[in-house]
């Protein structure tokens, strides 16, 4: 887990409490974050309602080939392909975001696919230049009174 925040000392209990200890790494606030995703198997995001926007983390993540388990919040469906670069569940729903980040741990082959999926739809929906373009059409567009 890479981050920090106040629920820090209560995620390392129950991590301990459930023996995961060897196997679920608190990392706290880094700044090597673009090093860090390829050696990663999921990005998951757990979010509430109006917390997020475009969520940054999983644009990182699916550019470095890392699929997603995500609550459906914000863009976030913007983001994950349901089924395709990762997965989306209800807001709140902890046994479905545990289903299928363990769905995706326990399947090499479907994560893979997936994750090379997302790298895919990364460079094609959200590369910087075709975000460039993008917004010069619109705003051609625009002057020209389409945008109306």
Request: aromatic letters at 4%.
């Amino acid at each position: 887990m890479i981050g920090d925040g106040p629920e820090r000392a209560k995620i390392e209990a129950e991590i301990a409490a459930h023996g995961l200890g060897e196997v679920v790494l608190m990392l706290g606030a880094r700044r090597d974050i673009p090093q860090l995703w390829p050696a990663m198997d999921v990005a998951v995001l757990s979010s509430h309602p109006v917390v997020e926007t475009l969520p940054v983390t999983l644009l990182e993540a699916h550019a470095c080939g890392v699929p997603g388990v995500s609550t459906d919040v914000g863009s976030v469906r913007d983001v994950i392909a349901q089924g395709e670069t990762g997965w989306l569940v209800p807001i709140g729903d902890v046994d479905a975001l545990a289903r299928r980040l363990t769905q995706l741990l326990r399947d090499e082959p479907e994560r893979r696919r997936m994750g090379e999926a997302a790298r895919v739809r990364a460079v094609r929906e959200f590369d910087l230049a075709n975000m460039v373009k993008a917004y010069e059409d619109l705003f051609v567009r625009t002057a020209e009174g389409e945008g109306r």
